[in-house]
C-alpha cells in the first residue's frame, strides 16, 4: 500500500501507547510499518533533504500529538499516552488528525495562532504533508521552474556564448584546472566533429572531447552520435561527451550505450539545466534556509570525575 501520511498515523500510534507504557520511537515506526503493510522499498523511500519518509511522518505525528497534549516525553527517546490522550481513545474516533488536535488550545498556540486568527485557523483546511515535505515540495518547485527558465536562456544564446558556457560548467565540476588552460576551441566550421577539448584532470594525463549543440526542439539522433565517435577516432581519443540544449533520441542513447572502445556521455538539455543549478552557473543565491534538528549529543549529561 502506499505510505500513509502524518495524520494517518496520528490514531494507530496513540493507539500503540495505550497500555500506558513507556515506548521508544524506533520500535514505534517498526510496529507502524507492519501495521500498514509497508513494503521494504516503502520503508526506505527517503526525503529530498536525506531521512525515510515513512520515520519522518511517525515523528510528526508523535510531535503533534506531544503538542495537543495526548503524549508526553517522559525521558529521552521515550513517549507515552497522557490522561487526554486516554479519554481521546475512549471516544472511538475514527481518525485523529490537525483539525481535531486545533480543540486544544496548547496545539493552538504551538502552531502559533494569536486570538485573533484562532477561529481562521480551526477552519483552515491542513495538509498531508509534514513541515519538512512541504518544504522540500516548495523547493523542488521552485528549482524545477528556475531549471525550465535556465533552458530557455540557453537556447537563445549565441553558439559561441554556449561553448564557453559549457567549458566553465565542465570546469566547475573538476575537469581541466583553470578557465586559462582547461579547454581550448578547435575549430569553428571546420571542426571535425569536436568543439572543444579539455582535461579530464588537471595534469591532463586524459583528454575529454566535447560536442556542444544549441538546438531548439530538433532532437539529436544517432547519425550525429556517429560523426562525433568518428571524430573521437581521428583525434585518437576515447571519452567524449555530447551536450545539447534539445533531446536524444532513443537510438542515439542505444548507440553510445553499446560503445565497446569509447566511452560518449549524453547530456540533453534538461540535465544540461539541471548541472548549472548544481554547480551555481548562470543562477544566484537570493535566500537560503537552513532546516535544523535537535543535537542529542550536545545534550548528553557527562558525569566528570573528581580528582
Given at each position: 500500500?502506499?505510505?500513509?501520511?502524518?495524520?494517518?498515523?496520528?490514531?494507530?500510534?496513540?493507539?500503540?501507547?495505550?497500555?500506558?507504557?513507556?515506548?521508544?520511537?524506533?520500535?514505534?515506526?517498526?510496529?507502524?510499518?507492519?501495521q500498514?503493510?509497508?513494503?521494504?522499498?516503502?520503508?526506505?523511500?527517503?526525503?529530498?533533504?536525506?531521512g525515510?519518509?515513512?520515520?519522518?511522518?511517525?515523528?510528526?505525528?508523535?510531535?503533534?500529538?506531544?503538542?495537543?497534549?495526548?503524549?508526553?516525553?517522559?525521558?529521552?527517546?521515550?513517549?507515552?499516552?497522557?490522561?487526554?490522550g486516554?479519554?481521546?481513545?475512549?471516544?472511538?474516533?475514527?481518525?485523529i488528525?490537525?483539525?481535531?488536535?486545533r480543540?486544544f488550545?496548547?496545539?493552538?498556540?504551538?502552531?502559533?495562532?494569536?486570538?485573533?486568527?484562532n477561529?481562521?485557523?480551526?477552519?483552515a483546511?491542513?495538509?498531508?504533508?509534514?513541515?519538512e515535505?512541504?518544504?522540500a515540495?516548495?523547493?523542488?518547485?521552485?528549482?524545477?521552474?528556475?531549471?525550465?527558465?535556465?533552458?530557455v536562456?540557453?537556447?537563445?544564446?549565441?553558439?559561441?556564448?554556449?561553448?564557453?558556457?559549457?567549458?566553465?560548467?565542465l570546469?566547475?565540476?573538476?575537469?581541466?584546472?583553470s578557465?586559462?588552460?582547461?579547454?581550448?576551441?578547435?575549430?569553428?566550421?571546420a571542426d571535425?566533429?569536436?568543439?572543444?577539448?579539455?582535461?579530464?584532470?588537471?595534469?591532463?594525463?586524459e583528454?575529454?572531447?566535447?560536442?556542444?549543440?544549441?538546438?531548439?526542439?530538433?532532437?539529436?539522433?544517432?547519425?550525429?552520435?556517429?560523426?562525433?565517435?568518428?571524430?573521437l577516432?581521428?583525434?585518437?581519443?576515447?571519452?567524449?561527451?555530447?551536450?545539447?540544449?534539445?533531446?536524444?533520441?532513443?537510438?542515439?542513447?542505444?548507440?553510445?550505450?553499446?560503445?565497446?572502445?569509447?566511452?560518449?556521455?549524453?547530456?540533453?538539455?534538461?540535465?544540461?539545466?539541471?548541472?548549472?543549478?548544481?554547480?551555481?552557473?548562470?543562477?544566484?543565491?537570493?535566500?537560503?534556509?537552513?532546516?535544523?534538528?535537535?543535537?542529542?549529543?550536545?545534550?548528553?549529561?557527562?558525569?566528570?570525575?573528581?580528582?
Open positions: 500500500m502506499a505510505i500513509p501520511d502524518y495524520q494517518t498515523v496520528m490514531l494507530p500510534l496513540l493507539r500503540l501507547t495505550s497500555d500506558g507504557g513507556e515506548h521508544q520511537i524506533r520500535e514505534a515506526v517498526e510496529k507502524l510499518a507492519n500498514f503493510s509497508l513494503n521494504e522499498e516503502e520503508r526506505k523511500e527517503t526525503l529530498p533533504s536525506g525515510t519518509i515513512f520515520d519522518n511522518r511517525v515523528g510528526w505525528a508523535r510531535t503533534y500529538l506531544k503538542k495537543a497534549g495526548l503524549l508526553c516525553y517522559p525521558k529521552r527517546t521515550y513517549f507515552q499516552i497522557t490522561q487526554r486516554q479519554d481521546a481513545l475512549r471516544k472511538n474516533l475514527k481518525k488528525d490537525v483539525h481535531f488536535l480543540s488550545p496548547e496545539f493552538c498556540e504551538f502552531q502559533g495562532a494569536g486570538k485573533d486568527v477561529d481562521r485557523l480551526i477552519d483546511p491542513a495538509s498531508s504533508e509534514t513541515p515535505e512541504l518544504l515540495a516548495g523547493y523542488l518547485a521552485l528549482r524545477k521552474q528556475l531549471e525550465s527558465d535556465l533552458l536562456r540557453l537556447k537563445a544564446c549565441s553558439p559561441d556564448f554556449f561553448e564557453k558556457l559549457v567549458i566553465r560548467l570546469t566547475t565540476m573538476g575537469y581541466g584546472g578557465l586559462t588552460d582547461a579547454g581550448k576551441a578547435i575549430g569553428k566550421t571535425g566533429g569536436v568543439d572543444g577539448v579539455i582535461k579530464e584532470d588537471k595534469l591532463g594525463l583528454l575529454l572531447f566535447i560536442q556542444a549543440k544549441r538546438w531548439d526542439n530538433n532532437v539529436v539522433g544517432r547519425p550525429e552520435i556517429q560523426k562525433f565517435v568518428g571524430a577516432h581521428g583525434q585518437k581519443a576515447k571519452k567524449g561527451i555530447f551536450l545539447t540544449t534539445s533531446t536524444f533520441s532513443k537510438e542515439a542513447r542505444d548507440y553510445a550505450g553499446g560503445l565497446d572502445d569509447r566511452r560518449v556521455i549524453l547530456i540533453d538539455g534538461t540535465q544540461l539545466a539541471e548541472l548549472m543549478f548544481d554547480y551555481g552557473i548562470g543562477v544566484s543565491t537570493i535566500n537560503g534556509y537552513l532546516v535544523k534538528r535537535i543535537d542529542s549529543d550536545f545534550f548528553e549529561e557527562v558525569e566528570v570525575a573528581s580528582e
